[in-house]
């Protein structure tokens, strides 16, 4: 079982959101979308994980690789709508990453972004979502 995956961007703001379940078997698309991410946005990138069903020890793993790498390319990594089996335990060996309750909180947190909004996705992304 994979995920499928969505990027939005606008000015200074990035969201990926995942849909299905971040085990072992997605790790490499998961990484993927991030420097998908890396390369197609500015600003700090919101994960939203309203749509995962759940992740693995790897998976959380992933995400706190994604933070790293994201930080070395000048760019924050924040949480929304964590699922409730496995928070991501601060080890100290990744950049701090912001938890929010869900993703409307996380944008109003950074206000109303400007520009247009460009979207990328994989194929099988959730439709309705």
Do not use: C, K, N
Not at 67 to 72: F, M, Q, V
Request: hydrophobic share 40%; glycine share 14%; charged share 20%.
């Amino acid at each position: 079982m994979t995920i499928e995956w969505r990027y939005t961007t606008q000015q200074g703001l990035g969201v990926l959101s995942l849909a299905g379940y971040l085990g072992p078997d997605a790790t490499g698309r998961f990484t993927g979308a991030v420097g998908w991410a890396l390369a197609r946005g500015t600003g700090p990138v919101v994960l939203d994980l309203t749509e995962l069903r759940g992740w693995s020890a790897g998976g959380r793993t992933a995400v706190a690789e994604a933070a790293r790498r994201l930080a070395a390319g000048g760019r924050a990594l924040e949480l929304a709508a964590v699922p409730a089996e496995g928070a991501l335990a601060p080890d100290g060996s990744h950049p701090p990453i912001p938890v929010h309750r869900d993703l409307e909180s996380a944008l109003a947190r950074h206000g109303d972004p400007s520009g247009a909004a460009r979207e990328w996705r994989t194929d099988a992304w959730p439709t309705g979502s």
